[in-house]
């Protein structure tokens, strides 16, 4: 790195200003500033297994208001990934862990849509439906807490996306559920929670 920019750590050490929140799962094969390309300072991250945004999760919500509030974010991106362990767990009815009480809310999407996966030819097919399904309701999720509503009520501009990321050829895709105010938030959660998973790759 300083052979390329002496001056870089320098730089770093002064202050971060990241423009994007990613709120992505644990996994190993799932680093944020490698997928995206950028350097130490243009991303603030958040991460957990299966990439879940609970309302009550104060690591999560200190995460999202210290990011809109204080580094000033224009963009929180929730990344999901097919061939996700924890939405593999959540495919099945779960045990008395603590992962599963995590996965819960991912649990509950895959029963509210039983109808949408079951007619899905595969397993494979099921796995990355709830894959894009969990994106979309964790999206929602932080479109409806305080700290983005308040925000938007003050009128800053921040947008909140979904996106999965395919590990077989390293792709991001974006599942096109970008809203960017408390109306477009609340059409998608509307939209998302009436047809029962309308997204598709
Ligand atoms: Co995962």
Redesign the pocket.
Known sequence: MLARDPHFFERLTEQQNPDYLWIG???SR?PANEIVDLLPGEIFVHRN???VVHSSDMNCLSVLQYAVEVLGVRHVIVV??Y?????KAALEEGGLSVIDHWLAPVRSIRRRNQNVFDQLPSAKARWDRLCELNVVEQAIAVSQTTIIRGSWAQKREIAVHGWIYDLHDGRLRDLDVTVTNAQEADELHDRSTGAGGSQSR
Do not use: L, R
């Open positions: 799962c644990s996994d799932v297994v299966a990439n999901g990934h061939g996700c362990g924890g939405v």
